[in-house]
């Protein structure tokens, strides 16, 4: 069996002394696709922050790579090698749009830390694996439009391509589908499939809609707000009952197969 | 000192402020903390009039006052949770107090400590000019050495926290804004330091359409700005800090117009999300 990415052992964390999240046992193994899903406020983006080394636990035991984070918490001014295998996308709000970037700029931050050697040969590979990502994502005929022209679906792909770009072999997304019309959520969703199935990286995906959840999810983490966090199958858990007791009410759920098609509120009059 | 060498040494001072604090201004608006410079240039302030109490010149006080005051919002800052213009806004206020304060207490003539507020551009000596252009180099090497970490610490600091020692560079470039606005108030004073850090960049970011190119622009512009607000006052005699506020104004409000000129030129290249966060 390969070695775990990540491995969280009774993990909770605190925010001024109240629990936000825990206790959380969890292995994440190479080619997992891990979806945390849960109404807003449940610590879902906590979970992410935990399992990009940015957040200390505050107890319990986090191990990502093999190797316990704590030395970037103590010594921020130094770089763990396992930070670059770790990808993260963040939530649209997080990306300044003041300053005139292109998408290739956004892509090249993937090989920030590699191109900056100085040596020439990788300079080339950085600039190889930005064209590729590009290329990967069909990003090719968009390189030089600014970032900010962009629409909300087209920013994401470009942030997927720069995840593809670094190489990293875990992908945090958080919310990859929020704020996006139908179609570009379920084009992301598809992409986040692909992450895993074409380019065979590690998916951990956080939405508060089910149904954004990619088909070849394996493991899902349901957060109920203030409560112990449960880790099953999709097939266990994205059921009406466990989601019901998570969101606090009634929920219908939609499924093909392993995939969760649509959830919506059951209402008193609804037949 | 002929006239000619002291209008020399006078324009030479408004381009380097300039230059110096239009490559900042990028720094902070492109981080949307723009207001952290008019933080940095009151604690400034204060530590110039409070320095004295505590045995310390003017220009010394200057520097501490605004280093601590860097230091302590590198730290507010870093805490996700707290707002940052609230944090900003509170520590301006207190700046801003104890600098009164210092005016205040201060016996004898106020004019010094009230000169600090307008600037005295037309009194700067070669000292003031060859510190000046050592601080101005240090942040121009700073930036073009750093050029693609900043890029990233202005795109997304918490993307940066991911990929580099973000804590670091982020003091980093307070510390640097700090050096640059304690140099910069005795010349621009510390009223309108900020419109040299906040107008030329905000013009930069919106006409051009490359990082390096913005800060090339912003750097230009703010020079152009303090050299061309320098000319209004020596033309129709004026005060010169207010002059160098209005002129790099215009070059602001030129910047907005010239873009929206641009995209009605080139419909391809308007944005059709306008800082929205788009669908």
């Given at each position: 069996m390969p070695e775990p990415i990540a491995e969280l052992t009774a993990v909770e964390a605190a925010y001024r002394g109240r629990r936000v999240l825990g206790p959380l046992t969890l292995t994440i193994r190479p080619g997992d696709v891990v979806g945390v899903v849960g109404p807003n406020g449940a610590g879902k983006s906590t979970l992410l922050r935990l399992l990009a080394g940015l957040q200390r636990p505050s107890r319990g035991q986090l191990r990502l790579f093999g190797q316990s984070p704590g030395e970037s918490w103590t010594m921020p001014w130094r770089m763990p090698a396992w930070r670059r295998r770790i990808g993260i996308l963040l939530q649209h709000h997080e990306y300044s749009t003041e300053v005139p970037l292109t998408v290739r700029d956004v892509v090249d931050f993937g090989t920030l830390g590699m191109a900056s050697t100085g040596h020439r040969a990788?300079?080339?590979?950085?600039?190889?694996?930005?064209?590729?990502?590009?290329?990967?994502?069909?990003?090719?005929?968009?390189?030089?439009?600014?970032?900010?022209?962009?629409?909300?679906?087209?920013?994401?792909?470009?942030?997927?391509?720069?995840?593809?770009?670094?190489?990293?072999?875990?992908?945090?997304?958080?919310?990859?589908?929020?704020?996006?019309?139908?179609?570009?959520?379920?084009?992301?969703?598809?992409?986040?499939?692909?992450?895993?199935?074409?380019?065979?990286?590690?998916?951990?995906?956080?939405?508060?809609?089910?149904?954004?959840?990619?088909?070849?999810?394996?493991?899902?983490?349901?957060?109920?707000?203030?409560?112990?966090?449960?880790?099953?199958?999709?097939?266990?858990?994205?059921?009406?009952?466990?989601?019901?007791?998570?969101?606090?009410?009634?929920?219908?759920?939609?499924?093909q197969g392993r995939r969760v098609l649509a959830f919506a509120p059951m209402t008193e009059d609804a037949p | 000192m002929s006239l000619l060498a002291t209008f020399a040494l006078i324009g030479t001072a408004a381009v380097l402020a300039g230059w110096s604090c239009g490559l900042l201004g990028c720094l902070l608006v492109g981080m949307r903390l723009p207001f952290l410079a008019v933080c940095t240039a009151h604690a400034a302030l204060a530590g110039a009039v409070l320095g004295?109490?505590?045995?310390?010149?003017?220009?010394?006080?200057?520097?501490?006052?605004?280093?601590?005051?860097?230091?302590?919002?590198?730290?507010?800052?870093?805490?996700?949770?707290?707002?940052?213009?609230?944090?900003?806004?509170?520590?301006?206020?207190?700046?801003?107090?104890?600098?009164?304060?210092?005016?205040?207490?201060?016996?004898?003539?106020?004019?010094?400590?009230?000169?600090?507020?307008?600037?005295?551009?037309?009194?700067?000596?070669?000292?003031?000019?060859?510190?000046?252009?050592?601080?101005?180099?240090?942040?121009?090497?700073?930036?073009?050495?750093?050029?693609?970490?900043?890029?990233?610490?202005?795109?997304?600091?918490?993307?940066?926290?991911?990929?580099?020692?973000?804590?670091?560079?982020?003091?980093?470039?307070?510390?640097?804004?700090?050096g640059v606005t304690a140099f910069c108030l005795d010349m621009v004073g510390g009223l309108m330091v900020y419109s040299l850090i906040c107008n030329p960049a905000v013009a930069a970011f919106r006409l051009c359409r490359s990082f390096r190119a913005s800060l090339l622009t912003g750097a230009l512009l703010g020079g152009g700005s303090a050299l061309g607000g320098l000319g209004a006052a020596y033309a129709w005699d004026l005060p010169v800090g207010a002059a160098i506020v209005v002129v790099s104004s215009l070059v602001?409000?030129?910047?907005?117009?010239?873009?929206?000129?641009?995209?009605?030129?080139?419909?391809?290249?308007?944005?059709?999300?306008?800082?929205?966060?788009?669908?």
């Open positions: 990788r300079r080339l590979e950085a600039a190889w694996r930005r064209d590729e990502a590009l290329r990967h994502l069909g990003l090719e005929g968009l390189a030089d439009r600014l970032y900010r022209e962009l629409s909300g679906g087209e920013r994401q792909k470009t942030q997927m391509a720069r995840l593809l770009a670094q190489g990293a072999e875990m992908i945090l997304l958080d919310e990859p589908a929020a704020g996006l019309d139908v179609e570009w959520k379920e084009r992301v969703t598809r992409l986040a499939a692909a992450l895993q199935r074409d380019h065979h990286r590690t998916v951990v995906m956080v939405t508060h809609e089910a149904d954004r959840l990619p088909e070849n999810c394996s493991t899902v983490v349901l957060m109920p707000p203030g409560q112990a966090p449960r880790v099953g199958t999709p097939e266990a858990l994205l059921q009406a009952e466990p989601l019901s007791a998570a969101y606090g009410c009634r929920v219908e759920v939609v499924r | 004295p109490w505590l045995g310390l010149p003017p220009t010394a006080g200057a520097l501490a006052g605004a280093f601590l005051a860097a230091l302590a919002l590198g730290i507010i800052l870093r805490h996700r949770d707290i707002d940052a213009s609230g944090a900003l806004g509170v520590v301006f206020s207190l700046t801003m107090a104890l600098a009164f304060l210092g005016i205040g207490l201060s016996r004898g003539a106020k004019a010094d400590a009230l000169g600090l507020l307008c600037g005295s551009l037309l009194f700067v000596n070669p000292r003031q000019v060859i510190v000046l252009a050592a601080i101005t180099a240090l942040l121009t090497a700073f930036v073009v050495a750093l050029a693609r970490p900043l890029k990233l610490l202005l795109f997304s600091r918490a993307l940066a926290a991911t990929l580099l020692p973000e804590a670091v560079l982020f003091t980093a470039v307070l510390v640097l804004g700090a602001a409000l030129a910047g907005c117009l010239g873009r929206r000129g641009h995209a009605r030129l080139m419909p391809s290249l308007a944005d059709p999300h306008d800082e929205r966060p788009s669908p």
